[in-house]
């Protein structure tokens, strides 16, 4: 799972999100353009298939061994 579009939270923004009622607190990460923004998306999920698909061979792999 990525988080490229949230921002890392401190202990601080934990406690602090329980007090804002609005969300006027929270941080995103932005992108200079739409088609940056799309390509990072693009990659982090080829990423995640690639990384499930690794797991997957990994797993049959050692149930044959």
Same mark, same amino acid.
């Given at each position: 799972?990525?988080?490229?579009?949230?921002? +890392?939270?401190?202990?601080? %923004?934990?406690?602090?999100?329980?007090? /804002?009622?609005?969300?006027?607190?929270?941080?995103?990460? $932005?992108?200079? +353009?739409?088609?940056?923004? %799309?390509?990072?998306?693009?990659?982090? /999920?080829?990423?995640?298939?690639?990384?499930?698909?690794? $797991?997957?061979?990994?797993?049959?792999?050692?149930?044959?061994?």
């Amino acid at each position: 799972m990525s988080d490229f579009l949230f921002a +890392t939270p401190s202990f601080i %923004d934990g406690v602090m999100s329980v007090i /804002d009622l609005f969300g006027v607190s929270q941080e995103y990460n $932005d992108s200079h +353009t739409e088609e940056s923004a %799309d390509s990072r998306a693009l990659r982090a /999920d080829v990423n995640a298939i690639k990384a499930d698909f690794i $797991d997957a061979y990994n797993s049959t792999v050692a149930s044959y061994a």
